[in-house]
């Protein structure tokens, strides 16, 4: 461009983005393009800026500014569409009742963790109770019971707070005694149920205080977790038939056993519940809760209750 005497540029919708911005540089060397301070930009928000003196960082491409920040054109409608979508499931869930909506909560609730049904803030949010779960089972079926069931619950995130007879029962205390103060003093009662429970008077005691536990709090806390082995229609106690016959239960050899498990367990407390723990403290005192909580728990604000 050497042979140009003269190159009139003005009054072109120049466009000021990464793609130009050699243009800038151009301009500021070259002597044959006149009034090149009246070049201006026609782009947006640089719309009527001179090009020569706007800044290196100003010619960027809408493609790079994108990459940095989310693109609300497309966010927008997404989050409205989902929000719809969301509350036409809710509506259908609450309108169909639970009775045929049980698949569809789950899966809502594998998916997204999220659980607005089947709840029991009355029994959840009660201070009193201190643990998540009692679990409920035969000596026979110990090591399912401990090693995997427990294990797994209290290995969880947050995790839960479970009470079992072979370590949080307290020692010299009646038995009858320690079993209703453990449905008591727990959210939930989980059933193991297998042959093994079914034979075991001792166990089947436990069930009967559970359904009595139920019937004083208004709540329906009982969760039956159902060995392959059992069968349902051989099972000879009335009450337990009953319960089978008219409440959801979960088959230990089901794929999706641990998501059924979870969502009819109580959602976890953080360990610094002030009200929790000030009222597991009193208990203590008072000989209502087992010194034995203090021994398998993290907290520490009443540990001199222990010397």
């Known amino acids: ?4 005497s003269k190159l009139v540029l003005s009054d072109n919708p120049f466009r000021c983005d990464c793609h130009s911005l050699w243009m800038k540089n151009w301009l ?5 393009v006149p009034s090149v301070q009246d070049l201006t930009c026609n782009a947006d928000s640089l ?7 706007m800044k290196d960082e100003h010619f960027v ?36 009742g639970c009775g045929h909506c049980k698949a569809l909560k789950l899966a809502i609730y594998k998916r997204y963790k999220w659980h607005p049904f089947d709840r029991m803030d009355h029994i959840d949010n009660d201070p009193e109770k201190i643990y998540d779960a009692f ?4 000596n026979k079926d110990s ?24 370590r949080d029962f307290e020692l010299g205390a009646d038995i009858y005694d320690n079993i209703v103060r453990s449905i008591y003093l727990s959210k939930r009662v989980i059933v193991v149920l297998s042959n093994n429970y079914l034979r075991s008077e001792y166990c089947m005691s436990e069930f009967r205080r559970t359904l009595e536990s139920e019937l004083r709090d208004n709540a329906k806390y009982l969760i039956i977790v159902i060995f392959p082995e059992v069968v349902i229609k051989n099972i000879q106690d009335i009450h337990l038939k009953d319960c089978l016959k008219h409440r959801t239960y979960v088959k230990v050899d089901d794929p999706l056993f641990w ?14 519940d002030e009200a929790q723990i000030e009222t597991v403290c009193e208990g203590v005192e008072q000989g209502v809760v087992p010194m034995t909580w203090l021994c398998n728990n993290d907290t520490t604000e009443c540990q001199h209750l222990l010397e």
């Open 1 to 4: 461009m050497s042979n140009f």
């Open 28 to 32: 500021q060397n070259v002597t044959f």
């Open 47 to 53: 719309t009527g800026k001179a090009i020569v003196y």
């Open 61 to 96: 491409c809408k493609e790079s500014q994108s990459r940095n920040a989310p693109n609300l054109d497309i966010i927008l409608p997404i989050a409205i569409v989902s929000a719809t979508i969301l509350i036409i499931v809710m509506t259908t869930v609450t309108a169909l």
């Open 135 to 138: 679990i409920t089972y035969s």
């Open 143 to 166: 090591h399912w019971a401990i090693q995997i069931l427990m294990r797994e619950l209290e290995g969880n995130f947050p995790p839960y707070r479970v009470c079992i007879h072979d």
């Open 259 to 272: 998501t059924k498990l979870e969502y009819a367990l109580p959602k976890q407390r953080q360990d610094n």
